[in-house]
């Protein structure tokens, strides 16, 4: 199957500081990537939809000064929190979409096992 | 838009048993999907099912759909220690949007 990777898995920061994650697809070309947050015990919140080659698409209520999103590559896309506090601590996760075969255009997204940001 | 609602919220089983958890929503879709979720990790991309499907099987996985009540169900059978995970429903927003809305997942622990 489709494999993402995301890097780091896991990172603590202090508080000012900016942090940068990577989201990989691995062994396919993605258009299209999602950066998700999750809180403990909680769903997934869409933050944006990055797209190759053009501005991300910010979800409302996502500071898109904050969350500097990039996705310089048909395989790479990047989530920047700038200047973190404590409550941008959280579990970020990133998938990409591949488009699946056929007749019907469909679609599956690919998750990154995580990153989980901790600001002190 | 408006997350799904999955019930129930935790599940707690005995290995062999089934286990079934239930997805709702409010908008029209062209499909649904159940993704699995191990404890601080990636969600996992189980089963897609279309709305012009009305079950769908993959393995010891067991997928509904009823367009009719708004509301999907996913059907653990013969389950395992290992199935022990968070379960998420997760729908196209706004109908065919790329974009996918999660449910609150169902929360499955399998006692060995």
């Known amino acids: 199957g489709a494999v993402v990777s995301q890097h780091p898995s896991w990172v603590i920061c202090k508080s000012g500081t900016s942090v940068k994650i990577e989201c990989r697809s691995l062994d396919f070309q993605a258009t299209t990537m999602f950066w998700y947050r999750q809180f403990p015990k909680q769903s997934l919140m869409l933050m944006a939809t990055s797209n190759e080659g053009s501005k991300a698409t910010y979800e409302q209520g996502v500071e898109k000064d904050k969350f500097l999103i990039n996705h310089a590559s048909l395989t790479l896309s990047t989530l920047t929190v700038t200047s973190a506090h404590p409550e941008d601590s959280s579990f970020y996760i990133c998938s990409a979409r591949r488009p699946s075969t056929g007749k019907i255009w469909l679609y599956e997204q690919y998750f990154g096992p995580g990153t989980r940001l901790t600001v002190t | 838009s408006q997350q799904g609602e999955e019930d129930p919220q935790a599940l707690s089983i005995q290995e062999g048993e089934n286990a079934t958890m239930n997805c709702s929503y409010k908008?029209?879709?062209?499909?649904l999907q159940w993704y699995r979720q191990n404890s601080g990790r990636g969600l996992v991309h189980l089963i897609l099912?279309?709305?012009?499907?009305r079950e769908k099987h993959s393995g010891r996985l067991r997928v509904t759909l009823d367009t009719s009540k708004k509301s999907s169900s996913l059907l653990i059978t013969a389950s395992r220690a290992a199935d022990t995970a968070s379960y998420f429903c997760?729908?196209?927003?706004?109908?065919?949007?790329?974009?996918?809305?999660f449910g609150k997942g169902t929360k499955l622990t399998v006692n060995p």
């Open positions: 997760a729908r196209p927003d706004q109908g065919g949007s790329e974009k996918l809305v």
């Open positions: 099912i279309r709305s012009n499907e």
């Open positions: 908008t029209s879709i062209n499909n």
